[in-house]
């Protein structure tokens, strides 16, 4: 695995209506991620055109702290198990820092 820093963005479209119930999960998440060893930092932020899209921008140290959120409880339990099944749809990108 790659010892270079590793970034994620991810948009995620909430389903109509639940979008509090996602913010809410979502900042036991973030919290919790953030806290993770290795973590840069995690930021949300919220379309001003499309209150339901959500974009998360994470940044890891490596692909080793990457791999160890992934598998940690608190993405296995909040962000698959409760947040995934509110939204419409997800899209995850994994991204290098070119300069």
């Given at each position: 695995?790659?010892?270079?820093?590793?970034?994620?963005?991810?948009?995620?479209?909430?389903?109509?209506?639940?979008?509090?119930?996602?913010?809410?999960?979502?900042?036991?998440?973030?919290?919790?991620?953030?806290?993770?060893?290795?973590?840069?930092?995690?930021k949300i932020h919220q379309s001003k055109s499309d209150q339901n899209t959500l974009i998360l921008f994470e940044g890891y140290?490596?692909?080793?702290?990457?791999?160890?959120?992934?598998?940690?409880?608190?993405?296995?339990?909040?962000?698959?198990?409760?947040?995934?099944?509110?939204?419409?749809?997800?899209?995850?990108?994994?991204?290098?820092?070119?300069?």
């Amino acid at each position: 695995m790659s010892e270079q820093a590793i970034y994620v963005y991810a948009q995620w479209n909430v389903k109509v209506g639940k979008l509090d119930e996602v913010l809410q999960i979502l900042t036991q998440a973030a919290k919790k991620s953030s806290e993770e060893k290795g973590n840069l930092f995690y930021k949300i932020h919220q379309s001003k055109s499309d209150q339901n899209t959500l974009i998360l921008f994470e940044g890891y140290e490596n692909e080793t702290a990457l791999e160890f959120h992934k598998n940690s409880e608190n993405y296995q339990n909040l962000v698959v198990k409760e947040i995934v099944p509110l939204l419409e749809s997800r899209e995850v990108i994994l991204m290098d820092q070119v300069f």
